[in-house]
């Protein structure tokens, strides 16, 4: 009899839940629904944001001057950015700087809305391509707002290697064995990639972001290659910084981020773009499509389209900013930063970085001959052992 | 006034009390409905909130999810499981895991053992409260500060490397390695073992030690014969938790170890948090149950969980 109840109970359990998990919606790109004026601010704003994007110098002016309180949640990946948004059905989160990687997936998988840019008085001041760039813009729709942008750089300790390294050969190269650290991510097969389009024509490999079945084994084999000689994938920008500091890594992968604060402590180390080019990121503010926040999230996304705020953020994280109007500010704060960071030649530096996006199945030319980013996954879960 | 109220109140007390008596009464008759209410809570939690997660996941499983739009797919089908037979990665790392937590429990019962038999058998009533206050402290402290320590430790300008250096060896490149998980896990899961052998030791009566001795044996005899074979049940309870512990952990991968680090709780990290993926993590996520299962069937037969 007891057996009997508890079997009873165990399977009325496993109805409930799958009743429960069986109402489902198919996904798609959510409808504008903009506000008429930006009102009065809710008190909170729940935001996602890369580690040095929500410093206190310039989130507490506008916690102040707005009264909205923002709490800020920091991501070391675009994977974990896109697992955030989409936690318990969305709207945990009003505002993510997510990156061209994870852009798309929120706008398709239809957990960000789109923004009406006319609230945003700074918009009119934007680099002309970062206006409605392909990974934040779809039929006309702003899905999201263009923020900073830059290059992943190649960092080294400056006491162990004197000369700035070329190439990305040097983190491939067997003498630095155990001393190299790059980002635990799958988009790192673009760096790969990136190289090998340079040092391995006979590849063909014109875009790092989609690459053939066979485009994809060559970098994973370089990879796997590397694996060895890797001391660490790191997860959070704070993992290089200590690695660096301990002496555990003496190169790797990179932010201008880790660059700045290991310099402002003190360490001694240095960052270079190698004549292969680079991947960077190209960030978007996108509002959440169930956020419970949305005047808080304007104000935020007006303040910090400010040529302040951005010059603020360029500097601190060493960085583009997508606002034309922020080189006078950039300038008054650390002479010579506009030049440093290409804003007045933005239209030719922009061109020179392969911004990351989603690998999707279906390459640009229409045929689906690209391997998805869910390959891609799996590829790096195989590298990194 | 006032006495009028003391006196509406005095007959509230009494109607409450009488109305409770009679209730306790009438459940004191029908002990059915008693045990019943005793019951409900906790069965309730047990079925709603515990049974009912592990349902849950088991159910999700057998889906998989649109890799683009992140949407949940619900037609049922064997791909996660046939993915995770099928991949030599997923294998290693789940063989990794098990070897690892195997490997500790196996180092934890060589430590613990003679620490247990020292606190029960030749320390003093003093002694045993320092040494029980060693074993617990480290338990008060977070597990994350004590994890990131051993991480400062093992750095290659870390302390270890300091000390070795200074007196005159080579440094050691430990950290970030499986080396430094084991000896990390060996050491936060050692008061777990050391526990149950010491209540196991515990109960072992003296007078055996000396009857042993009595009829002629030898110290490793008597522990051997003896001692080893009454403790054993206060081992395998240990090793339940510390194999447990290190099976299902994914946060000592992530700050010590290395390329090649990952435990089955990263993949399934990994595959939550930052892929989306929960068919698949709800189905690697069954192998640890899995073996969890057959081990705790094994340890039911030695009677490990009289000493519990």
Redesign the interface.
């Known amino acids: 009899m007891k057996q009997r109840m508890t079997r009873y109970a165990v399977t009325g359990a496993m109805l409930a839940t799958a009743l429960a998990f069986s109402v489902s919606a198919i996904a798609e790109p959510a409808a504008p629904n903009y506000p008429k004026t930006i009102g009065e601010g809710e008190g909170a704003l729940n935001i996602v944001a890369w580690e040095g994007y929500a410093e206190d110098s310039w989130i507490k002016p506008f916690e102040k001057e707005t009264g909205c309180i923002v709490n800020r949640k920091y991501a070391g990946s675009s994977d974990e950015m896109v697992a955030l948004m989409r936690q318990g059905g969305g709207g945990e989160y009003d505002l993510v700087s997510a990156s061209g990687d994870a852009s798309l997936r929120l706008i398709l998988g239809g957990n960000v809305q789109p923004i009406d840019v006319k609230l945003i008085p700074d918009f009119d001041n934007f680099v002309p391509e970062l206006k409605a760039p392909p990974h934040n813009t779809l039929n006309g729709l702003h899905y999201g707002l263009s923020y900073e942008w830059g290059p992943n750089v190649l960092m080294y300790n400056t006491d162990k290697i004197k000369e700035a390294p070329k190439s990305w050969a040097a983190l491939y190269d067997p003498q630095y064995k155990g001393k190299i650290t790059v980002p635990d991510n799958p988009i790192q097969i673009a760096d790969a990639a990136l190289y090998l389009s340079k040092t391995d024509p006979s590849l063909g490999i014109t875009d790092p972001y989609e690459l053939t079945e066979a485009q994809l084994d060559a970098a994973v084999a370089l990879l796997k290659k590397q694996a060895p000689l890797v001391k660490k994938y790191w997860a959070l920008a704070s993992d290089e910084i200590e690695l660096f500091k301990n002496g555990d890594a003496i190169i790797g992968a990179s932010w201008p981020y880790q660059t700045n604060t290991l310099k402002a402590d003190g360490a001694h180390v240095a960052d270079t773009i190698p004549a292969e080019g680079a991947t960077g990121w190209a960030d978007s503010w996108m509002l959440s499509a169930k956020s419970k926040h949305v005047n808080c999230a304007y104000k935020f996304m007006a303040y910090v389209s400010t040529p302040e705020v951005q010059a603020e953020q360029a500097i601190y994280f060493g960085e583009t900013p997508a606002n034309l109007k922020a080189c006078a500010a950039m300038d008054k704060a650390d002479p010579g930063s506009c030049a440093k960071y290409h804003l007045d030649d933005a239209a030719t530096y922009i061109k020179q970085i392969h911004f990351w996006k989603t690998p999707q199945q279906t390459c640009a030319n229409g045929k689906a001959e690209c391997t998805s980013y869910t390959t891609w996954q799996q590829k790096w879960q195989e590298i990194k052992g | 006034m006032i006495s009028y109220l003391q006196e509406t109140f005095d007959k509230a007390v009494g109607r409450v009390a009488y109305q409770s008596r009679r209730l306790s009464a009438g459940l004191w008759r029908r002990p059915a409905v008693s045990a019943g209410l005793l019951l409900t809570p906790p ?1 309730g939690w047990f ?2 909130i515990y ?2 997660a592990l ?2 996941l088991f ?2 499983a057998f889906w998989t999810v ?7 797919n ?1 037609h049922w089908t064997l791909t996660n499981f046939h993915a995770i037979l099928t ?3 997923y294998r ?2 789940a063989v990794r895991t098990i070897l690892m937590a195997a490997a500790v429990t196996l180092t934890d019962v060589l430590l613990a053992f003679p620490f247990a038999y020292f606190m029960v058998r030749l320390a003093g009533p003093r002694q045993r409260i320092v040494l029980f206050t060693l074993v617990l402290v480290p338990l008060w402290s977070s597990y994350l500060a004590r994890v990131y320590a051993w ?2 430790i093992f ?4 302390a270890l490397n300091w000390v070795l250096r200074h007196l005159g060896f080579e440094g050691l ?1 430990i ?2 390695t499986n080396w430094a998980m084991w000896i990390v896990f060996s050491y936060i899961w050692l008061p777990f073992m050391i526990m149950p052998i010491y209540s196991a030791i515990e109960r072992i009566p003296y007078s055996l030690f000396e009857a042993s001795q009595d009829l002629g044996a030898k110290a490793w005899r008597t522990f051997f014969k003896v001692i080893l074979p009454l403790a054993m049940p206060g081992v395998i309870a240990g090793s339940l938790f510390t194999f447990s512990l290190t099976l299902g952990d994914y946060i000592t991968p ?1 700050l010590v170890g ?5 435990f089955i709780g990263n ?1 399934v990290y ?1 595959n ?6 929960i068919p698949f993590a709800a189905a690697y996520a069954s192998i640890p149950l899995i073996v969890m299962a057959a081990y705790l069937a094994f340890a039911k037969r030695t009677g490990a969980f009289d000493v519990m």
Do not use: C
């Open positions: 069965l079925i709603f049974l009912a349902a849950a159910i999700s649109d890799s683009f739009t992140g949407e949940i619900r991949s030599d990665i290693r790392i991480r400062l750095a290659h300008n870390g490149e950290g970030y992530v290395g390329p090649g680090s990952d993949v990994a939550v948090g930052i892929a989306n993926n």
